[in-house]
């Protein structure tokens, strides 16, 4: 439970970050949003799902889950979520690539300061005293 709790801790820290400095991300992140709305609305008024169930399906294509629970019976549903899948894994495959970056960063920056006062420390136990 602790290590979720960290976990989640260090993905909002990372969102807040890339939210703060980089363009790039709040375009993607609109667009995530955007596309997760657009598939909402769809497949609840086109296959009659559920305001709930439509989200579930959206969220389960664009990440390639796909647990295939729902599946869109309309020919229209099927076309729009064929474009909905070649649209979405590019904008969730760079939202996700863009969020990792900020991660790692946010970690070398971490791992670099706190080198940095190891090493301040063995400098000072080395230096000769007066």
């Known amino acids: 439970m602790v290590g979720l709790v960290v976990m989640l801790r260090r993905f909002v820290r990372a969102i807040r970050d890339a939210w703060k400095s980089d363009e790039a991300f709040r375009t993607l992140l609109a667009l995530v949003v955007s596309l997760l709305l657009s598939g909402t609305v769809f497949f609840t008024l086109v296959e009659g799902w559920s305001v ?3 989200f579930y399906f959206s969220v389960t294509t664009l990440t390639t889950v796909g647990f295939g ?3 869109p019976a309309t020919a ?3 076309i729009f979520t064929i ?3 070649f649209v979405g894994l590019g904008v969730i495959g760079g939202f996700i690539n863009v969020l990792a970056k900020h991660t790692f960063a946010r970690r ?3 791992a ?3 080198e ?3 090493g301040e ?3 000072q136990e080395g230096a000769p005293s007066s």
């Open 121 to 123: 420390g063995e400098e």
């Open 108 to 110: 070398m920056r971490g």
């Open 83 to 85: 474009i909905y899948i």
């Open 76 to 78: 229209a549903g099927k």
């Open 69 to 71: 629970d729902p599946a």
């Open 116 to 118: 940095e006062k190891e």
């Open 52 to 54: 709930l169930d439509s």
């Open 112 to 114: 670099g300061a706190s």
